[in-house]
RNA sequence: GGGAGGAUUCCCGAGCGGCCAAAGGGAACAGACUGUAAAUCUGUCGUUGUUAACUUCGAUGGUUCGAAUCCAUCUCCUCCCA
């Protein structure tokens, strides 16, 4: 047992390394249960995987999902969260939550004077009224919601990116990092994650990896990958910062992602990611299958009475044709989104199940193979 | 029987002498989507050899340098009065 289990109420346990990639399988306990790792997390931003009921993501095997800060925030109002009793009973999720600090949101909504060491002035994109979000207000917000686990407030560096502001931003971060430490009091029940920045730059990604991870908090992120660098690019970086991480901590790769990605990233010794990818290219009418990207919208499904998948185990392949969710997609009904998001979520977690045994077997680089190969996934996933 | 209005590219619909292959919707087709301002956004949408040419705005004929736009006749539709 970790000494972890201890100090902190989110904790990993390490159970297995794969021989063949170095990769981790592990389980991560929190107040509201345990998951496996590597692990996918299902996006429910404004406490809702849009479109699916907690029931149905529990029931494809996720054990912990993400809400977000900012969303939250504006709206209902994080003492109206706070007063249902936070986040899980509020939307009646019995696995473990995630809140992302709103630092992504925000930094999109504002402009770069706006941007200052005290925190980040912004305009609500529901009203348009003037807003400041600050790393101590931040972990107030956090704290009514209620997730298990918290992230600290930051920014997530955009691509492409000068040195200097890469460096100034990654500087701030830190400095960030510490006053949410130092306002973040309910470490009994939430565990504050610290996010390393750095940009695509080698040498400010080790940097911050130990500024941060010399603060002693229950679990690490990496942030600003996946912002439309090139996937090599961001598997470099992941070689720069992982080794640097605490083995005995969770690591969590923020906002990723594609089938690709996971496989890459677990190799590399990532335990948690989170993505909006299922649900969002799911309500636009695209799946994903393990031969790439399918968007059922298009005239080719029209008369195509096959499953999404003929070797899908999902409730939705096992019920009903392209050509029905295609017609449904086309007729602007609302259970055609449902279906897409649906396999969609089902094959990523799925996907995160068969990366698990393939740790516990020692063959996660041939299973990454049989992937890439084998199921024609080429660049595009 | 008398009077009025109208027929526009797949559909609706703007245009009322040149800047019109013809606004804007819709449909259709294709693409994008990576810590969700996203059931959103972008592109194509008469034909071809596509920085151009050709055919098109109910039909035919006419006026004009030039017509979807003006005139005449015809066909069909809608409405009002008998």
């Known amino acids: 047992m970790s000494q972890n289990s201890e100090k902190f109420p989110v904790w990993y346990e390490h159970i ?23 692990a996918f997390m299902p996006v429910g931003t404004q406490a809702t995987v849009k479109g699916m009921s907690p029931e149905e993501i529990s029931g494809m095997g996720a054990g912990i999902m993400l809400s977000n800060t900012y969303h939250l925030w504006m709206r209902p109002g994080s003492d109206i969260v706070r007063d249902a009793g936070g986040l899980h009973k509020f939307m009646n999720w019995k ?3 995630l809140t992302d600090s709103g630092g992504f949101q925000v930094f999109s909504l504002a402009k770069p004077k706006d941007i200052v060491e005290e925190g980040v002035h912004f305009k609500s994109h529901i009203d348009g009224s003037k807003q400041f979000l600050t790393p101590e207000k931040s972990m107030e917000i956090q704290k009514d919601l209620g997730a298990d686990i918290i992230m600290a407030f930051d920014e997530c560096t955009p691509w492409p990116c000068e040195y200097d502001y890469a460096k100034r931003s990654l500087e701030r971060t830190t400095r960030w990092l510490a006053r949410c430490i130092e306002t973040h009091d309910n470490t009994e029940n939430q565990a504050l994650f610290g996010i390393i920045q750095g940009g695509t730059f080698p040498d400010l990604r080790r940097q911050n990896a130990k500024e941060i991870t010399s603060y002693d908090l229950p679990g690490f992120a990496i942030g600003g990958l996946s912002v439309g660098e090139p996937g090599e690019l961001m598997y470099e970086m992941l070689d720069e910062t992982v080794p640097l991480m605490p083995w005995d901590k969770p690591r969590y790769l923020m906002g990723v992602g594609t089938p690709d990605y996971l496989i890459e990233g677990a190799i590399r010794g990532i335990d948690m990611f989170d993505c909006v990818i299922p649900t969002r290219i799911g309500r636009n009418g695209t799946v994903l299958t393990r031969k790439g990207r399918l968007i059922v919208r298009d005239a080719k499904n029209a008369r195509d009475y096959t499953p999404i998948e003929d070797n899908c185990d999902c409730y939705v392949c096992k019920n009903y044709t392209r050509a029905y969710i295609r017609h449904l997609l086309k007729a602007d009904e609302m259970f055609g989104l449902r279906l897409c998001s649906w396999h969609n979520l089902h094959f990523l977690l799925k996907l995160m199940e068969e990366v698990r045994e393939a740790i516990a077997k020692d063959r996660l680089l041939d299973y990454r193979n049989e992937f890439f190969e084998d199921f024609g996934y080429k660049k595009k996933v």
């Open 95 to 97: 696995g473990a939550v």
């Open 16 to 38: 297995h390394t794969c021989a063949q990639s170095g990769a981790r399988l592990g389980r991560v306990h929190t107040p509201h249960g345990t998951f496996m790792t590597p």
